[in-house]
């Protein structure tokens, strides 16, 4: 069988734009999210199925990157099944192995699209995924402990992008997780930190190519992350989450109460 799907972890939203295309107000979300991604070695294709779309074919790619130099990302329609036209949603992947996404085996993309039309403006539905090989049962270390760093991706239900980093501690000989999340919001070329969340009630078995748990900061509240180990030895590894925060940018004095979702991708230090 030449089609080789890939493992993904996805987070997305619904929001609407005004007609005049200045105004995005949420509809939904943001939330978890349904995306599957595959590679089909026989007709050098990929196919990717999107929440609110057909599943279909990645068309009409682009790439970009400096004059001269490996590209960094690409840029796709999706088609309609697999017929030549393309629905009005594109996919963005960053390039493994470029400082935007230094992984081997796992890496970012994002999904923007129209949906459908009413009279205030236009339904879109967006989001990001993190998709890999997956390691397999026998690939997960059964001895030892690992500490692994992930870079972090993501958007709040206000329109700001998320940044930071997660660790992720893991005790593979007794089964259990440990780590933390620190979060930053993007104004403009600044972050800004969310303060730490801790892991809790975290959900990890000897051997298991899973994990899973709260993500929790006093005053705040808690969210949820999970996610699995990717590479044929457990190299590095991809999560999704979401939680609330307080928006240092929103309100009238800053700290409005908000939602946050994206996922993180890692790997063994």
């Known amino acids: 069988m030449s089609d080789k799907p890939f493992a993904v ?4 939203e619904t929001y609407l734009l005004s007609s005049n295309n ?5 509809v939904s979300g943001p939330a978890f999210q349904d995306v599957q991604f595959s590679y089909d070695a026989s007709s050098n294709s990929y196919t990717i199925s999107l929440p609110g779309f057909q599943t279909g ?32 949603v594109g996919v963005t992947l960053q390039v493994p192995g470029t400082h935007y996404s230094p992984y081997t085996y796992t890496g970012f993309g994002w999904w923007d699209g129209q949906t459908g039309t009413t009279s205030s403006g236009v339904t879109h539905e967006e989001g990001i995924f993190a998709y890999g090989i997956p390691t397999a049962a ?87 992350f999970n996610g699995q180990f990717t590479g044929p030895n457990a190299e590095e590894l991809m999560a999704r989450w979401t939680a609330p925060f307080n928006n240092p940018l929103t309100g009238p004095t800053g700290g409005e109460p908000s939602t946050m979702s994206g996922v993180w991708i890692g790997k063994k230090n």
Not at 22 to 26: T, W
Not at 57 to 84: C, E, H, K, W
């Open 138 to 224: 026998t690939g997960i270390p059964v001895s030892g402990n690992a500490t692994y760093s992930a870079m972090v991706q993501g958007r709040t239900i206000d329109d700001y992008y998320i940044g930071g980093e997660a660790t992720l501690q893991f005790a593979f000989a007794t089964g259990t997780l440990s780590g933390h999340f620190d979060p930053a919001v993007y104004d403009w070329d600044a972050l800004i930190p969310l303060g730490r969340y801790d892991f809790t009630s975290t959900v990890y078995s000897l051997g298991s190519t899973s994990f899973s748990g709260s993500l929790s900061q006093a005053g705040v509240g808690t969210g949820s």
């Open 22 to 26: 200045q105004d995005r107000s949420p």
């Open 57 to 88: 074919r990645l068309a009409n790619t682009s790439y970009n990157g400096s004059s001269g130099q490996p590209a960094i990302g690409s840029f796709s329609s999706v088609t309609a099944g697999d017929s030549t036209s393309v629905q009005p």
């Open 9 to 12: 972890v996805a987070s997305g």
